[in-house]
């Protein structure tokens, strides 16, 4: 959890990722910092997001990232 | 039959009454039969395509739906062991399947779509290269054929990541495809989001139902009063540029930007308008673009549909993809931490989205060039952007007066960056090429003799005083509803919370003012984003 809080807290500095939790429905989050988040955590946890786990859901709070990505990792 | 016409105020008020007479459980076959009709009425030979797509799309997404289920029974009788051993191989034997049908089926619908958009283009050059005589076919596409294509793919695409449940009923999703009121020129809407809204039989509230007529009303407004007056006056200058002087070149070409606008705004908002006194809510696709503070807002306003779509279905796969992820990481690698390494995986992506939507748009290289453009600013503003965000450049606090100063600045810059883009697609729309781009800037900025300005206006582009005044003052009108909207006021509920005489007096003046002050001369009458 701490690396991913740091992806999200170098792509948008100005955010506070533990309050944030309507990223995606009130549009805080734009395409760009998307595609740098998930390319990060991509690289960073090695795994490989899918298109279809881009939904707002999946992407409103760091805590939602968070399950995301453990979900891929317990795949592997 | 367009939105313009009698004929369809009369077709609406049969299928609204129809709508709720009807029991509620048969009322989307209302709605399916109404968008049937609407379609034959205005494009006869345009059915077979849009019954075409319909069709693949559906057995394509049922299909879909069958590999998973074989997939999901295929694993439920192994044991553990084989499936820790075999599920991979196998899972990706399944995958490799419904890519198969994905693939095809989007490259049959897309390929009708550029065959017919580029289809007597690619002939002509081919003609030409053989030395032969250009056949110079003219195809005009089927009614909104882009539209009904990136709505029906776009739900495709979603049955395929399993995000939506795929229709059983042909006739529903025929629906979902045809409904008529957003068939001419969107908005595009999400399976999600319109189709349980058709299938489910809507009440009848009185107040959404005068919500959707006024907004109407305020759509025919700016298609009519607005947006027809000032293409007049845009044909008559720029077909004719050599002769007028910088600025009036320059208020030809504001009249383009206010006709592109009002059209195609207007023509939203009448079918939102419509979808509305049916109970139905359509995905806004317009908020205020004019009001935005940087090309890059601009786009987040203008066409938020497409926009979604192009980045849900073209740019997140794209950069998700396994192939791109290596980029990004090569692109890390290269540049470390810094702004490059950051900007040009995600930049290059978008900039191919703009080049996208500018080809979308038409065969011509003008067309091109606008996506280049259009492309060239975003990236440049997001260069800047991610550079305070390394930096960690703050906001700094300023005093009220050079806060506004600063916005009022920004407001500007925005409105000429978009407004000389709009050159691109001006030139285009009137068969111009790039010189005619060129010529048209060029003549932008030739000397503008104050004490003759406007002398010969009137007399050659045959517009009236009168009509300019109109004009002018019902664009007024127009920016000062959108700036109450950009204050968070909402103009028809509010007018919906007055005495009911006063929203008669409402209805009253803006249909009086819609028809006194018509621009439509009674040819064409059509939408310039309907044949697109």
């Not at chain 2, 192009?310 to 791109?324: E, I, N, R």
Request: charged share 20%; net charge positive; hydrophobic share 50%.
């Amino acid at each position: 959890m701490d690396k991913l809080m740091e992806i999200l807290t170098e792509a948008r500095p100005d955010l506070d990722f533990e309050k944030e939790t309507r990223l995606i429905d009130d549009d805080i989050l734009d395409s760009f910092d998307i595609i740098t988040i998930v390319g990060e955590i991509n690289d960073v946890f090695d795994i490989n997001i899918s298109v279809g786990d881009l939904v707002p859901e999946n992407f409103n709070s760091a805590n939602a990232i968070w399950q995301v990505v453990q979900k891929y990792m317990n795949e592997q | 039959m367009s939105f313009i016409s009698l004929y369809f105020i009369l077709f609406l008020a049969v299928v609204i009454l129809l709508y709720f007479i009807v029991p509620k459980k048969h009322r989307w076959l209302v709605l399916l039969v109404a968008s049937y009709v609407f379609y034959l009425l205005n494009d006869l030979r345009a059915v077979v395509f849009i019954i075409l797509t319909t069709l693949t799309i559906y057995l394509a997404a049922r299909k879909l739906k069958s590999i998973s289920l074989n997939q999901k029974s295929f694993f439920a009788d192994k044991d553990e062991e084989w499936l820790k051993e075999n599920k991979k191989i196998y899972t990706k034997k399944f995958r490799k399947k419904r890519q198969i049908i994905l693939a095809i089926t989007l490259l049959f619908n897309f390929g009708i779509l550029f065959m017919l958009k580029y289809f007597s283009t690619l002939a002509d050059a081919f003609a030409e290269l053989i030395n032969v005589q250009p056949l110079g076919l003219n195809i005009l596409l089927p009614l909104g054929i882009s539209f009904y294509m990136f709505q029906s793919t776009g739900y495709l695409i979603d049955v395929y990541y399993n995000k939506v449940e795929p229709e059983r009923n042909i006739f529903k999703f025929a629906l979902f495809v045809s409904f008529f009121p957003q068939l001419v020129q969107g908005p595009i809407s999400r399976y999600n989001q319109l189709a349980p809204q058709l299938i489910e039989g809507n009440d009848f509230d009185t107040k959404t139902f005068k919500s959707g007529l006024l907004l109407m009303l305020w759509g025919y407004f700016k298609k009519l009063v607005i947006a027809d007056r000032a293409n007049i006056l845009f044909e008559a200058i720029m077909q004719n540029y050599t002769s007028y002087q910088g600025i009036e070149i320059f208020v030809g070409m504001l009249c383009f930007v206010l006709k592109l606008y009002c059209d195609f705004s207007g023509g939203i908002d009448i079918a939102t308008g419509v979808a509305k006194c049916l109970g139905i809510d359509l995905t806004p696709n317009f908020k205020r673009p004019f009001f935005a503070l940087s090309v890059t807002d601009y786009w987040r306003r203008w066409h938020i549909t497409l926009g979604a779509w192009m980045k849900d279905y073209v740019l997140y796969p794209l950069t998700l993809s396994k192939g791109y992820n290596k980029f990004i990481r090569g692109c890390k690698k290269v540049f470390k931490r810094g702004v490059a390494g950051k900007v040009i995986p995600s930049g290059i992506a978008m900039f191919f989205i703009f080049l996208l939507v500018g080809i979308w748009h038409g065969p011509d290289l003008t067309y091109l060039l606008f996506g280049v453009y259009n492309g060239v600013i975003i990236l440049t503003e997001t260069i800047f952007n991610e550079t305070r965000k390394i930096k960690k450049i703050k906001p700094k606090q300023r005093k009220k007066s050079t806060q506004h100063f600063i916005t009022f600045v920004k407001f500007s810059a925005t409105f000429m960056l978009v407004y000389f883009g709009k050159y691109f697609s001006a030139a285009a729309s009137l068969g111009g090429g790039v010189d005619t781009v060129f010529d048209w800037f060029v003549a932008t900025f030739r000397y503008t003799d104050i004490t003759t300005i406007f002398y010969n206006f009137f007399s050659w582009t045959g517009f009236n005083a009168i009509n300019f005044v109109i004009l002018v003052l019902s664009t007024a009108v127009l920016v000062f509803v959108e700036a109450m909207q950009e204050k968070g006021i909402k103009i028809r509920e509010f007018i919906l919370s007055k005495r009911i005489y006063i929203q008669w007096a409402v209805y009253y003046v803006a249909i009086l003012a819609i028809i006194l002050l018509t621009a439509y001369n009674g040819t064409g009458g059509g939408f310039a984003y309907e044949n697109f």
